[in-house]
């Protein structure tokens, strides 16, 4: 019995007594918060001046009398933010092409496409399915002003078309 009561005796002091010696810790995790500005700041890019081409051969009633580029509404070959476009009109006030600086055509035409050389610079030209005929190429380096688009608005003589693209000079930068 005696070990017993010895027994319980050490167990009672080992377990060194009441609910005060019981220590808790509590940690609150800390939060970043980052705010983002709710206005975009980002700049467009600048325009790209016109295209540093002549055409030296035009067939009969187009490039001549005065254009109002002013009243024309964009279309999907011409509506590319900063670009620049050269219209050139018909005798009727219509357009015959729009020679784009600073894109690639908008659009992959299905229709079938052929190399062309533009003042030494290898094109890529065809007709598209809404009845335009479509040039494009780039230069280097390569910048965004460096790509240019040619449309040539219907009607057009396939004859032609070739004719207008073998006769442009580059003049400038």
């Given at each position: ?18 609910a005060d010696d019981v220590t808790t810790t509590t940690t609150t995790p800390t939060t970043t918060t980052s705010t983002v500005p709710a206005t975009n700041t980002t700049t467009p890019p600048p325009d790209c001046p016109p295209a540093p081409y002549e055409l030296t051969y035009l067939p009969s009633g ?112």
């Amino acid at each position: 019995m005696r070990r017993i009561l010895l027994a319980i005796v050490v167990l009672a002091a080992c377990s060194g007594g009441g609910a005060d010696d019981v220590t808790t810790t509590t940690t609150t995790p800390t939060t970043t918060t980052s705010t983002v500005p709710a206005t975009n700041t980002t700049t467009p890019p600048p325009d790209c001046p016109p295209a540093p081409y002549e055409l030296t051969y035009l067939p009969s009633g187009v490039g001549q009398g005065d254009f109002d580029s002013s009243t024309l509404e964009p279309d999907v070959w011409t509506s590319v933010a900063a670009s620049h476009t050269t219209f050139v009109p018909r005798d009727d006030d219509s357009v015959a092409i729009a020679l784009i600086r600073g894109t690639l055509p908008a659009v992959d035409w299905p229709g079938e496409k052929g190399e062309v050389s533009i003042d030494g610079t290898r094109a890529i030209a065809g007709p598209h399915p809404d009845g335009t005929w479509v040039v494009g190429w780039f230069e280097a380096p390569g910048e965004r002003c460096d790509e240019y688009s040619m449309v040539f608005y219907p009607p057009w003589n396939p004859a032609d078309v070739e004719q207008v693209l073998a006769a442009m000079n580059r003049v400038g930068g």
